[in-house]
């Protein structure tokens, strides 16, 4: 459980890499806009907002893949804080993401599902202890 918990955990956080480069890179170009729903006006409107979430995006991909290399390193109890830490508020983003855009449900269903694997697999394995 395990194993697949740390797998899970590292796309969720190379996704959020992505949507760190999309948010904070590349906010205006065509197709950024195109996935996020946006138009042009829009995306020069919200553009220092969207950069500075796209570091959070990342903060949160950074802190997971931490948590990753120290459970795999042997240090389960610091690297799996920290994956729940990360997966688990990517998961809550997702969760917020539908509630409140629900034209936006698809990105967020593809925003959280690996956190939510990573969560449930890791609790699980924790609790089965392996």
């Not at 570091?55 to 109890?77: C, D, E, R, T």
């Not at 690996?114 to 697999?121: D, G, R």
Request: glycine content about 8%; charged content about 10%; cysteine-free.
């Amino acid at each position: 459980m395990i194993i697949a918990a740390l797998i899970a955990a590292s796309i969720a956080a190379l996704l959020h890499v992505y949507i760190f480069s999309m948010e904070s890179l590349t906010w205006t170009s065509k197709r950024t806009r195109a996935v996020f729903n946006a138009t042009e006006e829009e995306a020069e409107a919200t553009r220092e907002m969207a950069f500075n979430q796209g570091f959070y995006n990342l903060f949160l991909a950074l802190a997971s893949l931490i948590g990753v290399l120290l459970v795999a390193l042997g240090n389960l109890a610091i690297g799996a804080t920290l994956i729940f830490a990360g997966t688990g508020s990517m998961l809550a983003a997702a969760v917020v993401l539908a509630a409140g855009s629900p034209r936006k449900a698809t990105l967020a269903v593809r925003q959280g599902l690996f956190p939510l694997l990573a969560v449930v697999l890791l609790g699980l394995g924790v609790a089965m202890g392996r």
